[in-house]
């Protein structure tokens, strides 16, 4: 039986992992105060003793997403950026209508922003499947780490992935499909669309 999409893009998990209760800022913050290694984790995600999701966070009440997903960039040395809207349904469809073009063998990074809101995100990672003529060519995951909610002073953050080469030769060239998705380690799926691009000899 062949494999669903769905099945080839979930998170790979670390043996001995377990993903901790979920909890709000606040009982983050409270949590375990003379723990040293915990005290250490919630200052690398600026969590103090006075945390909370209060007036300083950022996010309408109304909307229920906990990490917003603001853009995708393609970063080419002495290129410009090829930035996506990925906040927007109508720049999703086009992406996925319009594919986008790769010289063969360039070296690029990508570059992601984001926006955490009302609670702690952990362990968001980056997932790409990719496929050629319906076959899996390729298959990317990147961790990007756990966050507290963004604030005001602090409206979103940003993360560059490794470094990467495309590949190259006559037959690389041609027409991919990718599905990518970004979820956490509570495996809830924040944001998953299909796009495309091509591989080809020279720039457009």
Same mark, same amino acid.
């Given at each position: 039986?062949?494999? &669903?999409? $769905?099945?080839?893009?979930?998170?790979?998990?670390?043996?001995?992992?377990?993903?901790? =209760?979920?909890? *709000?800022?606040?009982?983050?913050?409270?949590? $375990?105060?003379?723990?040293?290694?915990?005290?250490?984790?919630?200052? *690398?995600?600026?969590?103090?003793?006075?945390? *909370?999701?209060?007036?300083?966070?950022?996010?309408?009440?109304? $909307?229920?997403?906990?990490?917003?997903?603001?853009?995708?960039?393609?970063?080419?040395?002495? &290129?410009?950026?090829? /930035?996506?809207?990925?906040?927007?349904?109508?720049?999703? /469809?086009?992406?996925?209508?319009?594919?986008?073009?790769?010289?063969?063998?360039?070296?690029? &990074?990508?570059?992601? &922003?984001?926006?955490?809101?009302?609670?702690?995100?952990?362990?968001?990672?980056?997932?790409?499947?990719?496929?050629?003529?319906?076959?899996?060519?390729?298959?990317? =995951? /990147?961790?990007?780490?756990?966050?507290?909610? !963004?604030?005001?002073?602090?409206?979103?953050?940003?993360?560059?992935?490794?470094? =990467?080469?495309?590949?190259?030769?006559?037959?690389?060239?041609?027409?991919?499909?990718?599905?990518?998705?970004?979820?956490?380690?509570?495996?809830? *799926?924040?944001?998953?669309? !299909?796009?495309?691009? =091509?591989?080809?000899?020279?720039? $457009?």
């Amino acid at each position: 039986m062949a494999s &669903r999409p $769905d099945d080839e893009l979930k998170p790979s998990s670390t043996e001995g992992y377990k993903v901790g =209760e979920k909890k *709000s800022l606040g009982e983050y913050a409270k949590l $375990d105060a003379e723990d040293e290694s915990l005290a250490r984790w919630k200052a *690398s995600l600026g969590i103090g003793a006075g945390a *909370s999701a209060g007036p300083s966070s950022i996010g309408e009440p109304g $909307d229920t997403r906990t990490a917003v997903i603001l853009q995708l960039s393609l970063l080419v040395e002495d &290129r410009p950026a090829v /930035e996506i809207d990925l906040n927007s349904p109508k720049a999703l /469809e086009t992406l996925r209508k319009k594919p986008f073009t790769i010289k063969e063998g360039i070296k690029y &990074r990508m570059k992601v &922003r984001f926006r955490i809101q009302h609670e702690v995100i952990s362990g968001l990672r980056y997932l790409q499947l990719t496929k050629r003529g319906g076959i899996k060519v390729g298959r990317d =995951e /990147e961790m990007m780490g756990s966050y507290p909610p !963004n604030t005001k002073e602090n409206p979103f953050y940003e993360k560059t992935f490794p470094e =990467e080469q495309a590949p190259s030769g006559m037959l690389s060239r041609g027409h991919y499909e990718a599905l990518s998705k970004f979820m956490d380690d509570d495996k809830k *799926s924040h944001l998953d669309f !299909n796009w495309s691009f =091509e591989i080809k000899k020279n720039w $457009d």
